[in-house]
């Protein structure tokens, strides 16, 4: 029961391929929150450790939508100092591919932990 009233935790999961950590929080307690509709953080991290790649999520979840608020990548990382605006604006390609990239599996990802983690662990 304590656990249910907890105000942060963090799962870890290790295999073959990467070592990912997801975090979530809220100072009123998670599950009293997640289950009354409202949203909690959540941030994400990973590491591939075949391509070296990496990438990282945070935002808010609740039981109907997940909301990204900041992600980033080994590739998006390279853009950190480029102006986004003109970046848009003359269609680059190569970043806005990296970008949908992310944030497809990032939603995906989320929406995956979200059932596995917030609904189970909270029902």
């Known amino acids: 029961k304590s656990a249910l009233n907890a105000k942060r935790m963090k799962f870890y999961l290790f295999n073959d391929e990467r070592a990912m950590v997801f975090s979530i929080w809220h100072k009123d307690g998670i599950c009293s929150v997640y289950n009354a509709g409202r949203y909690v953080n959540f941030d994400y991290i990973s590491n591939m450790f075949k391509d070296g790649d990496w990438l990282y999520a945070d935002g808010k979840i609740s039981k109907s939508e997940?909301?990204?608020q900041n992600m980033s990548s080994k590739t998006l990382s390279a853009y950190k100092n480029m102006n986004f605006e003109k970046a848009v604006d003359r269609k680059d390609t190569k970043y806005i591919a990296e970008e949908l990239a992310v944030a497809g599996f990032f939603?995906?990802?989320?929406?995956?932990?979200?059932?596995?983690?917030?609904?189970?662990?909270?029902?």
């Open 66 to 68: 997940s909301s990204v």
């Open 107 to 123: 939603k995906k990802t989320i929406d995956g932990l979200k059932t596995m983690i917030l609904d189970d662990f909270c029902r």
